[in-house]
């Protein structure tokens, strides 16, 4: 069958005009065979290619293999591996065909989509060495990569030492079984001498491959087309013998007391007695059972004497019908002796010490722990992708190679019967094969030996490959290697891994780990070739056509079941072994920009949220500060006052958005490279303040005219700022040049245009760093309008970093000497329950004439009031409950402004003037007004210090409300002067003013 297969193979292979390819010479394809590897190309290629200089030294080869030699055969060498060769009968004994099927299915669905992601990817430009994993990290990203290549290498590893124990197994059970050095001593511990004979033997092989590849790859070369010439005729005899077993099944006997099976190996005759020379003696069975060679029945077993010794056929050939027999699963737990149920058998106890005499199973099976055993044998579909620079056409070859290899698996279900353990020391699948067992156990031992040495080879190249990413750092001593790039130090590292692998010992162990490695990297295949589609990337155009991001998908979903199925505590040692290695580069990694798909979902799921912030504005229980932080820059470029950014990332402690804004003066054609450096200036700036937020630097012809840019133009969409952080303008008084003070109040009265909140920290220098920390004091809050809640929100958000941590909030409220103090008091505390914030409520008492300048009508305070209880979609009686506690019933919040001319406007002078006056008359006389409402403000500024500084002299934090600038220009010298007076004598302030919204509220 496979012979007539052979020349349609290579019309895939070759192009159809050259005529003598289509019918290749008999001994070209010999030549191919002797010149094949089993290597994936080195990592010193993939260093040269990506170097301009190693191209010029070295001319490339051509790529020359085709689909049979360069993907099939290898993917081929490594399915026919150990597991096929010793488990498979096994498995299709213990779960019946339909099960076995299944399985097989499943794990062969799951090799075939991933094998068509890796076509697609594989055929999106070249792959250099790694294979897998360079596919995956110039896929994914480096995090992602090195997480998965990681894994594919300890994958590998493992398989390495799974193959090693496999020859171990083969050699000791079906080779040379005296070569055992450890013997039962008792007839239960057989599996203790026989896994220490597993440990002694598999390291003294793994030391011997290990030298070899260590000596040179040639050598491995070498070995390779032996081993592959193994698997061929392995594949040949099976199929020769499985046709031959449907007319004329093998003699393979098996010996059956009652309906139990017996082992095979303390007995020659499978009879209680025999007949020598006209006498009918007891034969060892008899004596084995009966403790005498006589055929006295005193100390039989009981169930021995009941019973009738029998002998079946082990493979009755497939047009016996057993495959009818066969269909349904029979799993057993640990101990339990194998029965066929359709034997006629008497039910009694039989002795304890003769339970070694039967066949029982060794290990507990169900569907799951088989499907864990079962995966390594399909893992070899890696094999074809990791040479896919040596193929002479990757689209064709790939994808035919693989799902051909992944085919001729799923055939391989035909040749599977069912009493794989009575066999007498012969392997199931030997004594099927045509022409003689020995063809299959020398085959699959060598076969394995050849698995072992090729992973032995391939991971630490795998290892270098990554090492020599330098994207983990304590990788990096297993980037060097001898002169010629052979990777020394990482071949030790492996060996050592295997040799954990081979003191495991067990196949039956061994297999789950390293299907869990595998499937890790199954999965991430998958998921780089979906979110390749998904996001299409202008650079995602593969030449094999025949993928789809649903298929990736499902490939994934059952990758991800399969690792949760076989084994899910497994599972979760390698999800958290990858996720370790992911945080790992994510902090201590390399900056790789690979141009990766994680980059093209960060953009798409960024503009997705933008989006969907677009659709209005936040709720007030989702509202935070986004600030806009106004910087000023030196001469020199440097950051006057990086407080201003330590009090951000204080304020922000990582959340939310924050947007560094900066404006350098002069025309953009000739300041380009000035912005670019004070973008790098405040960048490193960012960096060392651990402010999480972006840089904007505008430059204008006017400081005042950028600022009013960035405060209008910041940010994007849904994610831009309310809240602006600005400096206060030191030594305005001392200054000549009043631009300073005078772009300081220019942008409040922007702000204030703008609705947005204001933060304005005063003696910034003071204000601690983060690596301070305050083990007591006060933030004190001097609550005088209420502006949206801000006052509140702001210290319960500081108190979230660890430098205010310890502090304790105090809320101060200013009342007349008329307002019920006692009450006051009492709902603000109840209000502040409800706000869920803990601090200390204190009221205030002050003179009427103390604070005249700002007790207005508060008809205005509650229309602004009910407009921003209205924007919170609140009931009426909610509405009228919340507005009601704090403000309405007692004069809390009786103050519009400390600072306003609202009182000037209503004693306006009337339009009509009286002709009496004369207009130096009016003018003087609203000279006079304008001096007489300042004396008073400053009498209440003066007033409310004294009365601030009394009471928080030794707060670590004072937040102020901020009064509005005049709407007169003339007054802007007097409004700072106010704000001067009204703060003087305290170390730190916050001045703040509310954007006009309510930032708190009392409802969850």
């Given at each position: 069958h496979l012979v007539r297969q052979l020349p349609s193979f290579h019309v895939l292979c070759f192009p159809p005009q050259e005529e003598l390819d289509i019918r290749?010479?008999?001994?070209?394809?010999?030549?191919?065979?002797?010149?094949?590897?089993?290597?994936?190309?080195?990592?010193?290629?993939?260093?040269?290619?990506?170097?301009?200089?190693?191209?010029?030294?070295?001319?490339?080869?051509?790529?020359?293999?085709?689909?049979?030699?360069?993907?099939?055969?290898?993917?081929?060498?490594?399915?026919?591996?150990?597991?096929?060769?010793?488990?498979?009968?096994?498995?299709?004994?213990?779960?019946?065909?339909?099960?076995?099927?299944?399985?097989?299915?499943?794990?062969?669905?799951?090799t075939m989509l991933t094998a068509i992601s890796m076509s697609a990817i594989a055929t999106n430009g070249v792959v250099p060495a790694g294979g897998s994993y360079f596919m995956i990290s110039r896929s994914l990203g480096p995090e992602f990569g090195g997480a998965v290549g990681l894994c594919f290498y300890l994958g590998t590893t493992f398989a390495g030492a799974m193959y090693i124990l496999g020859a171990i197994e083969i050699l000791l059970t079906y080779i040379a079984p005296q070569a055992a050095i450890f013997h039962s001593t008792g007839a239960h511990d057989t599996s203790s001498a026989t896994l220490n004979n597993m440990r002694v033997y598999g390291t003294l092989f793994l030391t011997f491959m290990a030298v070899v590849v260590f000596v040179g790859v040639k050598y491995v070369n070498k070995f390779a087309s032996l081993f592959l010439a193994c698997v061929i005729i392995s594949i040949l005899s099976i199929y020769a013998g499985a046709i031959?077993?449907?007319?004329?099944?093998?003699?393979?006997?098996?010996?059956?007391?009652?309906?139990?099976?017996?082992?095979?190996?303390?007995?020659?005759?499978?009879?209680?007695?025999t007949i020598v020379g006209n006498m009918t003696v007891a034969t060892k069975l008899w004596e084995l059972f009966c403790h005498s060679s006589n055929l006295t029945t005193d100390n039989c077993d009981k169930y021995f004497l009941l019973n009738n010794v029998t002998e079946v056929a082990g493979i009755p050939g497939a047009a016996s019908g057993i495959l009818k027999d066969n269909l349904w699963s029979n799993y057993m737990e640990k101990g339990e002796i194998l029965e066929k149920a359709d034997h006629p058998s008497f039910d009694v106890p039989g002795l304890k010490s003769n339970l070694h005499l039967y066949v029982f199973a060794d290990i507990a099976t169900s569907f799951t722990v088989l499907?864990?055993?079962?995966?390594?044998?399909?893992?070899?579909?890696?094999?074809?992708?990791?040479?896919?620079?040596?193929?002479?056409?990757?689209?064709?070859?790939?994808?035919?190679?693989?799902?051909?290899?992944?085919?001729?698996?799923?055939?391989?279900?035909?040749?599977?019967?069912?009493?794989?353990?009575?066999?007498?020391?012969?392997?199931?699948?030997?004594?099927?094969?045509?022409p003689s067992p020995w063809v299959i156990v020398i085959g699959s031992f060598f076969s394995t030996c050849g698995a072992g040495l090729q992973s032995l080879t391939g991971a630490p190249r795998l290892l270098q490959a990554i090492a020599k990413d330098n994207i983990i750092p304590f990788l990096w001593v297993f980037g060097h290697g001898k002169a010629n790039g052979e990777p020394t130090w990482a071949l030790l590292l492996t060996a050592l891994i295997a040799e954990l692998g081979i003191l495991i010992a067990s196949l039956d162990m061994v297999a789950p780990i390293l299907s869990m490695f595998f499937l890790m990297c199954y999965l991430f295949v998958n998921l780089a070739c979906a979110v390749q589609t998904l996001l299409r990337t202008?650079?995602?155009?593969?030449?094999?056509k025949y993928y789809h991001w649903a298929l990736s998908f499902l490939g994934m979903s059952i990758c991800l079941a399969l690792m949760f199925i076989s084994s899910w505590y497994y599972a979760l040692v390698a999800m958290l072994i990858a996720g370790m290695i992911y945080k790992y580069i994510e902090y201590q990694g390399a900056e790789k920009e690979w141009g990766d798909g994680i980059r093209g979902l960060s953009l798409s799921a960024a503009r997705y949220a933008l989006l969907r912030l677009e659709e209005g504005p936040p709720h007030t229980k989702n509202w935070r500060p986004q600030l806009l932080v106004l910087l000023k820059l030196d001469e020199d470029l440097h950051v006057k006052y990086p407080r201003l950014l330590t009090f951000a990332s204080q304020l922000k402690a990582g959340k939310g958005l924050t947007i560094i804004g900066t404006v350098i003066q002069g025309n953009f054609l000739e300041s380009?490279?000035?912005?670019?450096?004070?973008?790098?200036?405040?960048?490193?700036?960012?960096?060392?303040?651990?402010?999480?937020?972006?840089?904007?630097?505008?430059?204008?012809?006017?400081?005042?005219?950028?600022?009013?840019?960035?405060?209008?133009?910041?940010?994007?969409?849904?994610?831009?700022?309310?809240?602006?952080?600005?400096?206060?303008?030191?030594?305005w008084r001392q200054s000549e040049d009043a631009r300073a003070w005078k772009t300081f109040i220019d942008t409040v009265r922007c702000t204030t245009a703008a609705h947005l909140a204001l933060l304005v920290p005063k003696n910034v220098s003071f204000y601690p760093s983060n690596h301070e920390r305050y083990n007591e004091g006060n933030i004190d809050v001097w609550w005088i309008v209420h502006d949206g809640g801000m006052l509140m929100l702001l210290p319960f958000l500081l108190k979230q970093h660890?430098?205010?941590?310890?502090?304790?909030?105090?809320?101060?409220?200013?009342?007349?000497?008329?307002?019920n103090s006692i009450q006051m008091k009492k709902?603000?505390?109840?209000?502040?329950?409800?706000?869920?914030?803990?601090?200390?409520?204190?009221?205030?008492?002050?003179?009427?004439?103390?604070?005249?300048?700002?007790?207005?009508?508060r008809t205005l305070m509650m229309e602004q009031r009910s407009q921003m209880l209205r924007q919170m979609r609140l009931t009426k009686t909610e509405r009228e409950r919340e507005a009601q506690l704090v403000k309405d019933r007692h004069s809390i919040i009786r103050l519009e402004s400390l600072y306003s001319d609202e009182e000037d406007e209503g004693e306006t002078v009337?339009?009509?003037?009286?002709?009496t006056w004369t207009k130096e008359k009016c003018d003087s006389e609203k000279r006079n007004r304008n001096t007489a409402s300042n004396v008073r403000r400053m009498h209440t500024a003066v007033k409310l210090n004294e009365v601030i500084v009394n009471r928080s002299h030794d707060a670590r934090l004072v937040l102020l409300n901020m009064p509005g600038p005049p709407k007169n220009i003339d007054g802007d010298e007097n409004y700072m002067e106010f704000l001067e007076v009204l703060t003087e004598g305290l170390e730190r302030v916050l001045l703040v003013r509310g954007g006009g919204r309510e930032v708190i509220t009392i409802y969850s």
């Open positions: 290749p010479k008999v001994s070209s394809l010999l030549g191919k065979l002797v010149s094949y590897t089993n290597l994936t190309q080195g990592a010193k290629e993939h260093e040269e290619a990506e170097s301009a200089e190693g191209s010029k030294k070295k001319v490339s080869k051509s790529p020359s293999m085709g689909t049979l030699m360069g993907v099939y055969l290898p993917c081929m060498q490594n399915i026919f591996g150990v597991i096929l060769f010793l488990r498979l009968t096994w498995m299709v004994g213990t779960a019946g065909v339909l099960q076995s099927f299944l399985i097989v299915l499943i794990c062969c669905c799951c031959k077993s449907i007319f004329d099944p093998p003699a393979f006997p098996i010996c059956m007391l009652g309906n139990r099976t017996l082992t095979r190996d303390h007995f020659d005759v499978c009879a209680k007695t499907v864990g055993i079962f995966f390594p044998s399909v893992t070899g579909i890696m094999a074809g992708s990791n040479r896919s620079g040596d193929l002479k056409d990757a689209q064709k070859s790939i994808p035919v190679g693989t799902i051909l290899a992944i085919v001729t698996t799923l055939a391989n279900l035909s040749l599977s019967y069912r009493y794989g353990d009575a066999v007498n020391k012969n392997l199931v699948v030997g004594t099927l094969s045509w202008p650079n995602w155009r593969p030449r094999f380009y490279g000035e912005a670019q450096a004070a973008e790098q200036t405040i960048k490193n700036m960012i960096e060392i303040e651990k402010v999480k937020g972006f840089c904007q630097v505008v430059v204008a012809t006017k400081v005042r005219e950028g600022i009013a840019h960035l405060i209008q133009s910041c940010g994007l969409g849904g994610m831009k700022h309310n809240t602006v952080v600005l400096g206060w303008p030191y030594g660890k430098v205010w941590r310890k502090c304790k909030m105090r809320i101060f409220t200013v009342a007349q000497m008329d307002d709902d603000l505390a109840t209000f502040l329950y409800q706000l869920r914030i803990e601090a200390e409520v204190e009221v205030v008492e002050m003179q009427n004439s103390d604070i005249s300048a700002y007790t207005y009508e009337p339009d009509k003037i009286q002709m």
